[in-house]
């Protein structure tokens, strides 16, 4: 009978505290998928699809059957009363979101950028479904505060091969794109005189001047992340972590923390929590 302790693996891969460790694998199935050590084991994603693996009804996802429940609705009521989402879809809706939350953080980790892209860009969608459908603003208020976030981390996701590429109209583009609608976001809830203080806002706006500064320079090659304030302080946090400076490492992941970079803790048990 097959061994169901984990200590194996996990032994030959030890989790590191300074920062998310990811790798690739095969799975026995055939099916690619992504790992990331947590400090008591490993989670398991799938690639592709939803990051556990369920279907739903022949859906991809429960935001792909809820869409189509919305979309059979809308088609046999349409003077009817409108689609709603209750509470209780609005909470699967959140844990499921939170699985893509944690592998889009993983591809960018591996530096999969268009991965990245994919999957914040999916659950911009989800934002979006839930504000027009939710029946309670409590949960429509939920998902919102993550928007600047996971907005934030669309525009690095897109822009970052860009800059690599030296294509710097579209990698301006992408980022002032995530500046823009972060600042819409601001607009609809009258909270413009906030934008200062939105640290996805301040982190997107400072890369924008310093790719605008690029742009113009002449040079063989451009490392993304060498102009990307929040790549930047994880370079010195790792820096820190492996030379024993503990003060300065405090430091540097209470600034990465404030940019709103990918660099958070990651609680499997707080599901709920970040998408």
């Not at 200590?7 to 199935?29: H, M, N, Y």
């Not at 992504?34 to 429960?62: H, K, W, Y």
Request: net charge negative; glycine share 6%; hydrophobic share 35%.
């Amino acid at each position: 009978m097959a061994s169901k302790d984990l200590q194996p693996i996990l032994a030959d891969w030890p989790f590191d505290p300074s920062g998310l460790s990811v790798r690739a694998i095969q799975g026995e199935d055939g099916v690619p998928k992504i790992q990331l050590r947590i400090d008591l084991g490993v989670m398991q994603m799938n690639r592709d699809g939803r990051p556990d693996g369920q279907t739903f009804d022949g859906a991809e996802s429960l935001l792909d059957f809820c869409r189509n429940r919305q979309r059979e609705h809308d088609t046999a009521n349409p003077d009817g009363a409108p689609y709603q989402l209750d509470s209780m879809a609005c909470s699967e809706l959140m844990r499921e979101g939170a699985q893509f939350y944690h592998r889009y953080i993983c591809f960018w980790r591996l530096g999969w950028y268009e991965l990245c892209a994919r999957d914040t860009r999916r659950n911009l969608r989800l934002f979006e479904f839930v504000q027009r459908h939710a029946a309670h603003e409590r949960d429509k208020r939920q998902f919102d505060q993550w928007r600047p976030y996971v907005t934030m981390m669309h525009a690095r996701a897109v822009a970052t091969p860009l800059i690599e590429l030296r294509q710097w109209d579209a990698a301006l583009g992408a980022i002032t794109a995530g500046v823009v609608s972060i600042e819409a976001f601001l607009d609809e809830r009258g909270q413009q005189d906030q934008a200062d203080e939105v640290s996805e806002l301040v982190s997107l706006r400072r890369w924008r001047t310093e790719v605008e500064g690029l742009a113009g320079e002449e040079g063989p090659t451009v490392d993304a992340a060498a102009i990307d304030p929040a790549a930047r302080l994880e370079r010195r946090l790792e820096e820190a972590v492996a030379e024993e400076r503990y003060e300065e490492a405090s430091r540097l992941r209470d600034q990465l923390e404030n940019l709103g970079g990918p660099h958070a803790p990651i609680d499997p048990h707080d599901a709920d929590s970040q998408p």
